[in-house]
């Protein structure tokens, strides 16, 4: 924030102005042509540095200007306040704010006005995403005349296109619309989707759903298109699972994300962004708690009742409210707060690589790291799909009642966000004890087990009847609990341990392999990966009729992918962890040259001249693991900030992986 007193037309000033002793805390504007070079260096150095780096030059920065003008030149050197002319021409100069600033718990004022609303706003928008996950589920696995085999169709053909649609649209709107009305724009169309879902929609289902049109395609086509032919009887609640997938790419990715990166420094985000994930599950542990309690509505009802067009008009309310308070946070914050703190300077765009598809494909087969890298991703993405909608099936058969289908998926979820949650805090344990390959393992190895023992509880349910029984439970009661524990461990493994190993992976390669694997894997093996369960279903359902039909073929494949991902991570661990410890080798055998002390920097920084011991000195090697320079000494620069200079000699560039 910027404020300035302009020297023209102010006739309240004194004709003998006195200076003030008092510390510059304020910016000011004063008209002068300055003559003085040395200022000009001083003040363009620390006037380029960031807001907060500042603070350390506030002590020791002496204001120096000089003032021409026709009446006579006036000169003031002092570290209070400088006072000029009345009459004189007006042009401004401005200068750093080098008061202290507030802080609270250690972290300045200005950071907590902008992380504690990105905070709320991410609660509730990740609140309002775990009950709509829940809620889309439940309308179209458990509408009548549908079943779970409509998902994989429903991903494909009507989620992939609208979210497509919306990036195109998004894309267009971003160039003639401003940040805030953008925003605006994208979030208030999904607020009023959810509430006219819930009081005019569902209600109106057995008006505006063709039953009797898709009646006869079904009959006419045979019970394999059982679920593309769902889609256009229940055409509204398949329109209702498409805003609910989008919520989470558009409003969480592009709109929340998108602002939190305008409105933070790296800084800002480096010690903040964690907290998010962590707060991002106890929305989820929250709201499957809400879920549960209007799904148990039912029980308070009378007969007769639609206990969920109740239970549904209570939770899109609760979406309604929130999403308006977040529209409120978002003006708030462009209201109050971003004007009162430093503006953030633009960020520069960084080039990425753009391969097509060909290319992606080429750069992958070309080297066994990415390979192996790629084959983590496609086989995460298509194991999780094959469990997840023959699970779902099983757990409509289990419980067929919208209510009660919905109080299990509340429960779910909140045993989702206390997994999750703990997995994160002990990753950074079992990364730092076991290493990166254990930690890779985890993830496919109780994909592994938990699959194992969901696929034999449905396929060999009738002999294991009698030993369930002593417990109280049905096969298909044991099958739902397994593949519960199988959804529950996997996906908190996956948030805590493979996307941290993921990008990990990316480290010790050379730039070019690093920047090229990581846009192949976004344009070939994602896709892959989010396709490739839908599109195996799809073939089987209608190769076999159905999805029960369809299931010892199912877990047959999944065996095998989840044995190449196991094969893949445990290849890769050994080609990660021979170029770590070869990079580290290599760092650590690069001696310290010596810095002439008489040349200067182009910063007006003076170079450090080591001693003989320290000429011949190694780098030193940090305590866990990292190589890290050190020099003893260092010594004031021109603009009073000290510097420390080290030169590496010449080596050769990284190893790439495409030897391997």
């Given at each position: 924030?910027?404020?300035?007193?302009?020297?023209?037309?102010?006739?309240?000033?004194?004709?003998?102005?006195?200076?003030?002793?008092?510390?510059?805390?304020?910016?000011?504007?004063?008209?002068?042509?300055?003559?003085?070079?040395?200022?000009?260096?001083?003040?363009?150095?620390?006037?380029?540095?960031?807001?907060?780096?500042?603070?350390?030059?506030?002590?020791?920065?002496?204001?120096?200007?000089?003032?021409?003008?026709?009446?006579?030149?006036?000169?003031?050197?002092?570290?209070?306040?400088?006072?000029?002319?009345?009459?004189?021409?007006?042009?401004?100069?401005?200068?750093?704010?080098?008061?202290?600033?507030?802080?609270?718990?250690?972290?300045?004022?200005?950071?907590?006005?902008?992380?504690?609303?990105?905070?709320?706003?991410?609660?509730?928008?990740?609140?309002?995403?775990?009950?709509?996950?829940?809620?889309?589920?439940?309308?179209?696995?458990?509408?009548?005349?549908?079943?779970?085999?409509?998902?994989?169709?429903?991903?494909?053909?009507?989620?992939?296109?609208?979210?497509?649609?919306?990036m195109v649209l998004y894309t267009k709107l971003s160039n003639v619309l401003s940040k805030e009305a953008l925003f605006y724009s994208c979030i208030l169309p999904f607020i009023a989707f959810f509430?006219?879902?819930?009081?005019?929609?569902?209600?109106?289902?057995?008006?505006?759903?063709?039953?009797?049109?898709?009646?006869?395609?079904?009959?006419?086509?045979?019970?394999?298109?059982?679920?593309?032919?769902?889609?256009?009887?229940?055409?509204?609640?398949?329109?209702?699972?498409?805003?609910?997938?989008?919520?989470?790419?558009?409003?969480?990715?592009?709109?929340?994300?998108?602002?939190?990166?305008?409105?933070?420094?790296?800084?800002?985000?480096?010690?903040?962004?964690?907290?998010?994930?962590?707060?991002?599950?106890?929305?989820?542990?929250?709201?499957?708690?809400?879920?549960?309690?209007?799904?148990?509505?039912?029980?308070?009802?009378?007969?007769?009742?639609?206990?969920?067009?109740?239970?549904?008009?209570?939770?899109?309310?609760?979406?309604?409210?929130?999403?308006?308070?977040?529209?409120?946070?978002?003006?708030?914050?462009?209201?109050?707060?971003?004007?009162?703190?430093?503006?953030?300077?633009?960020?520069?765009?960084?080039?990425?690589?753009?391969?097509?598809?060909?290319?992606?494909?080429?750069?992958?087969?070309?080297?066994?790291?990415?390979?192996?890298?790629?084959?983590?991703?496609?086989?995460?993405?298509?194991?999780?799909?094959?469990?997840?909608?023959?699970?779902?099936?099983?757990?409509?058969?289990?419980?067929?009642?919208?209510?009660?289908?919905?109080?299990?998926?509340?429960?779910?979820?909140?045993?989702?966000?206390?997994?999750?949650?703990?997995?994160?805090?002990?990753?950074?344990?079992?990364?730092?004890?076991?290493?990166?390959?254990?930690?890779?393992?985890?993830?496919?190895?109780?994909?592994?087990?938990?699959?194992?023992?969901?696929?034999?509880?449905?396929?060999?349910?009738?002999?294991?009847?009698?030993?369930?029984?002593?417990?109280?439970?049905?096969?298909?009661?044991?099958?739902?609990?397994?593949?519960?524990?199988?959804?529950?461990?996997?996906?908190?493994?996956?948030?805590?341990?493979?996307?941290?190993?993921?990008?990990?992976?990316?480290?010790?390669?050379?730039?070019?392999?690093?920047?090229?694997?990581?846009?192949?894997?976004?344009?070939?093996?994602?896709?892959?990966?989010?396709?490739?369960?839908?599109?195996?279903?799809?073939?089987?359902?209608?190769?076999?009729?159905?999805?029960?039909?369809?299931?010892?073929?199912?877990?047959?494949?999944?065996?095998?992918?989840?044995?190449?991902?196991?094969?893949?991570?445990?290849?890769?661990?050994?080609?990660?962890?021979?170029?770590?410890?070869?990079?580290?080798?290599?760092?650590?055998?690069?001696?310290?040259?010596?810095?002439?002390?008489?040349?200067?920097?182009?910063?007006?920084?003076?170079?450090?001249?080591?001693?003989?011991?320290?000429?011949?000195?190694?780098?030193?090697?940090?305590?866990?693991?990292?190589?890290?320079?050190?020099?003893?000494?260092?010594?004031?620069?021109?603009?009073?900030?000290?510097?420390?200079?080290?030169?590496?000699?010449?080596?050769?560039?990284?190893?790439?992986?495409?030897?391997?």
């Amino acid at each position: 924030m910027e404020a300035g007193i302009p020297a023209q037309g102010l006739l309240s000033l004194p004709s003998k102005p006195k200076t003030s002793d008092t510390h510059l805390t304020h910016r000011l504007h004063f008209r002068s042509k300055i003559q003085s070079p040395k200022f000009l260096n001083s003040y363009e150095s620390i006037n380029s540095r960031s807001f907060h780096g500042l603070k350390k030059y506030r002590k020791s920065f002496k204001l120096l200007s000089y003032l021409n003008s026709k009446n006579g030149d006036l000169y003031k050197e002092k570290s209070g306040l400088l006072v000029t002319n009345a009459h004189a021409d007006a042009t401004y100069v401005s200068v750093p704010d080098y008061g202290e600033t507030p802080k609270f718990l250690g972290v300045e004022i200005s950071t907590l006005k902008k992380i504690i609303p990105l905070g709320l706003m991410f609660f509730c928008i990740l609140f309002n995403y775990t009950i709509l996950r829940d809620t889309k589920d439940v309308l179209v696995v458990t509408a009548k005349g549908s079943s779970a085999e409509i998902i994989p169709f429903l991903k494909t053909w009507v989620n992939l296109p609208m979210a497509i649609g919306f990036m195109v649209l998004y894309t267009k709107l971003s160039n003639v619309l401003s940040k805030e009305a953008l925003f605006y724009s994208c979030i208030l169309p999904f607020i009023a989707f959810f509430g006219a879902f819930a009081f005019v929609l569902y209600p109106l289902g057995d008006i505006i759903h063709p039953t009797a049109l898709a009646d006869k395609l079904l009959k006419a086509l045979g019970p394999s298109f059982l679920g593309p032919v769902a889609i256009l009887r229940i055409w509204s609640y398949c329109l209702f699972y498409v805003m609910a997938e989008l919520w989470g790419s558009v409003v969480v990715s592009v709109l929340f994300w998108g602002f939190a990166n305008q409105i933070t420094t790296v800084d800002e985000a480096k010690q903040f962004y964690p907290l998010f994930g962590l707060g991002a599950n106890v929305a989820l542990i929250f709201s499957g708690r809400t879920v549960k309690y209007f799904s148990n509505m039912r029980k308070n009802l009378g007969p007769g009742v639609d206990g969920w067009a109740i239970s549904l008009k209570g939770m899109m309310s609760i979406v309604v409210l929130l999403g308006l308070v977040i529209c409120g946070i978002y003006w708030g914050v462009n209201t109050f707060v971003l004007p009162a703190v430093p503006k953030i300077e633009a960020r520069k765009k960084k080039e990425k690589p753009k391969l097509g598809l060909v290319e992606s494909t080429k750069f992958l087969l070309s080297s066994r790291y990415v390979r192996d890298l790629a084959m983590l991703v496609v086989a995460y993405g298509i194991s999780i799909n094959l469990v997840e909608v023959t699970w779902k099936s099983k757990l409509k058969a289990q419980f067929p009642s919208p209510n009660e289908y919905s109080a299990f998926m509340g429960d779910f979820s909140t045993c989702t966000g206390i997994a999750t949650f703990t997995m994160m805090l002990l990753s950074r344990v079992i990364l730092q004890k076991y290493g990166w390959g254990v930690a890779a393992m985890i993830t496919p190895t109780v994909l592994l087990l938990t699959g194992v023992g969901f696929f034999s509880l449905i396929l060999f349910g009738d002999p294991l009847a009698p030993a369930l029984a002593k417990f109280g439970i049905t096969p298909l009661l044991a099958a739902v609990y397994v593949g519960a524990m199988q959804n529950i461990f996997s996906k908190s493994a996956k948030y805590s341990l493979f996307d941290p190993c993921k990008e990990m992976a990316y480290i010790p390669l050379d730039e070019e392999t690093k920047v090229k694997g990581k846009a192949a894997i976004d344009v070939v093996c994602n896709p892959l990966g989010k396709s490739g369960g839908a599109l195996i279903q799809q073939f089987m359902i209608l190769t076999f009729g159905s999805l029960a039909n369809s299931t010892p073929y199912l877990g047959g494949i999944l065996l095998v992918i989840v044995l190449g991902w196991l094969a893949a991570a445990r290849s890769l661990d050994k080609q990660f962890t021979a170029l770590e410890v070869e990079e580290l080798k290599r760092e650590k055998a690069i001696p310290i040259k010596t810095v002439k002390g008489s040349q200067e920097g182009k910063n007006g920084s003076i170079g450090v001249k080591p001693n003989k011991e320290e000429e011949s000195m190694p780098l030193k090697s940090g305590g866990n693991g990292s190589p890290y320079k050190s020099v003893s000494s260092g010594c004031e620069t021109s603009n009073g900030s000290a510097s420390k200079q080290s030169e590496i000699g010449d080596s050769s560039e990284t190893p790439s992986p495409h030897s391997s």
